[in-house]
């Protein structure tokens, strides 16, 4: 699996900004979906999921304020969106995407769960 994420920059306090993921492979119906972030000098930590059915889990301080989804009209191609509304400085990070082939309900939430990484997205909240 292949994933190429987009959609980071900067944005005012308050503000919005959507991040996709496009996840590309030849099973990725089995893959759960993900977001993770990592704050300067911090781990990366999980910001969202969406299993492979469709259930979701958030990190506690972005529930209400970030949507995550998922499109899988393709075969071959999935994206996966970041929907951030509300933004903080404290959402300031790297955001990355991440695949990892589950069953079907189950929403990986911790990093060593995940083998598949796209690239960092910066997004930088001012306030």
């Known amino acids: 699996v292949q994933l190429q994420a987009s959609g980071g920059g900067l944005v005012q306090a308050g503000g919005s900004l959507r991040l996709s993921c496009a996840a590309s492979?030849?099973?990725?119906?089995?893959?759960?979906l993900a977001w993770f972030r990592q704050r300067p000098g911090m781990s990366r930590n999980l910001v969202a999921v969406?299993?492979?059915?469709?259930?979701?889990?958030?990190?506690d301080s972005v529930k209400g304020r970030f949507t995550i989804s998922r499109d899988s009209a393709l075969t071959t191609v999935h994206t996966v969106h970041l929907q951030m509304n509300s933004l903080k400085p404290e959402d300031t990070a790297v955001y990355f995407c991440a695949a990892q082939s589950t069953i079907l309900t189950h929403t990986p939430t911790t990093e060593d769960s995940y083998s598949n990484w796209g690239q960092g997205t910066l997004v930088t909240v001012s306030s």
């Open positions: 492979g030849r099973t990725l119906s089995r893959y759960a």
């Open positions: 969406v299993s492979r059915s469709g259930s979701t889990h958030y990190e």
